[in-house]
């Protein structure tokens, strides 16, 4: 296990306990989710080490991310899927019409295959072979395992992390490595669970979002912008998710009372998107669009 001594954003060692809950996916191991008191910052903590990490991602969860059809759920869940993508592109084009854009933590490379589309010149980043590979054969993107950026600097206008701040194992690091690849007033694009939720209130240790241990970090409004700020990146904009609602409530259900309870979930993730709008709660999960300032 690896334990964090300092807060990654404001350096105290001031903490106290989150929460304890489990990985319900693989492991069923316990871990802490501990807050800074002085930056209101959420980690786990201790965590698994960086070599440890890859055994707690093997699950169906993951691997059910795929294009597959099969029942009215999953044919929701596609159409959802598709509706949401032609949102993120809708977000970006209000920025940038085109450009040079990476995904991180790409997947399947539907979003980026969408920016393609729209005359974008798109990379792609992507750790898992399946889903690289699919990538590859479905829409003929270029996308790598991991590239060795250090000899590439303000190359992208826009830079995308659609849940995957959460799961990078050198914060820090990757928040500044992003600065470096965007071109000047370029924009980091970075989508994560907000743990300020109803959603996430509601379910407390079973909210599915905490997605333990492979979640190592879990944002409020307050801690992703003192991140990026302290690395010079100015807060553009912010859009709630309103899909992510009802998926993790399904989620968190299944954790809850390891039955599916769908009228339930339905009904939490109305509510937390009625939370979203109206309040200063925030959606369940939201995207927070950065810019470099220089
Ligand atoms: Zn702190």
Known sequence: MRVI???LICDSTSFEEH????????SNE???ILKCKNCNFHFTNPRPKNE?????????????HNNTRKNLFEKVYQLVRRIAIKGKYNLISRFKKKGRILDIGCGTGDFLNKCKTEKWVTKGIEPSEIARKQAIVNYNLDVE???DLRDIKGEFDVITLWHVLEH?????????????????HGKAIIAVPNLESFDASYYKKYWAAYDLPIHLYHFSKESIIKLFKKHGFS???TKGMKYDSFYVSMLSEEHKSKKKNFITAIFIGF???LYGFFTKRGFSSTIYVFEKSN
């Open 5 to 7: 001594k300092n807060c």
């Open 19 to 26: 929460l304890t809950s489990k990985d319900f996916s693989v």
């Open 30 to 32: 316990n871990f802490t």
């Open 52 to 64: 440890e990490l890859a055994r707690y991602y093997i699950s169906d969860h993951y691997i059910s």
């Open 145 to 147: 395992e991991s590239i």
């Open 168 to 184: 990078v194992t050198e914060l820090n690091t990757t928040v500044s490595e992003l600065k470096r690849l965007l071109s000047n």
């Open 235 to 237: 807060l553009r904009k």
């Open 271 to 273: 509510l937390s998107n």
